[in-house]
């Protein structure tokens, strides 16, 4: 195999039941994944669950992946609707999204991250205060990197919808900032 095969590739691998590819596949996504449903549901385990179920789906239906998204995009969508269903089942309300911030930067001094510390609890409280809608948004356009299209395919909802919510979410998170003294430098 290339080192630098497509993930499409890789689904056609696995639509033949290659089970390396699957791996290969795993090994490329699972970590954004994971990160993105601990934010999503605030429960690591249910989060490590949800991607093994993603997986599990990949697997069982790789060939119904249509070509009309990235592989990626279609890996988040999975996983977020095996999250809203297992939180459906659950009756569990999200949680907070501190677990999710944790990694200390070492390369800076201990004031600095002390700073830095403070400056991200203050963010996370705002962050918490949106609506889940919009920090859904703010997720997966600032922490997973997708794009408009992309979140509205992974969301279900149109693109200006997406627009819409980003830009009420920046403008409330601005508010929200501006209250607890934070500007826009860091830390």
């Known amino acids: 195999m290339e080192p630098d095969e497509t993930d499409k590739a890789l689904l056609g691998r696995i639509s033949a039941r290659d089970s390396g590819a699957l ?16 934010r999503l549901t605030g429960n690591e385990a249910l989060a490590e669950e949800c991607v093994n179920e993603t997986f599990l789906k990949v697997w069982l239906k ?3 992946f249509g070509g009309q998204s990235s592989v990626s995009t279609w890996l988040f969508t999975i996983a977020r609707n ?29 004031d600095v991250t002390a700073a830095k510390k403070d400056k991200c609890a203050v ?23 997708l794009s408009v299209a992309e979140v509205a395919e992974v969301v279900g909802i149109p693109e200006n919808t997406v627009k819409t919510r980003m830009f009420h979410a920046r403008k409330q998170l601005s508010e929200h900032f501006r209250r607890h003294g934070i500007d826009r430098g860091w830390p």
């Open 23 to 38: 791996r290969i596949l795993y090994t490329r996504h699972n970590v954004r994944l994971y990160r993105f449903l601990v």
């Open 62 to 64: 790789a060939e119904s």
């Open 123 to 145: 963010m996370r409280l705002c962050i918490d205060k949106l609506s889940p809608a919009h920090r859904e948004i703010i997720d997966l356009v600032y922490y997973q990197d």
């Open 82 to 110: 095996e999250a809203l269903s297992h939180l459906r089942k659950r009756r569990e309300a999200p949680l907070d999204e501190e677990q999710a911030a944790q990694i200390e930067d070492e390369s800076d001094t201990q």
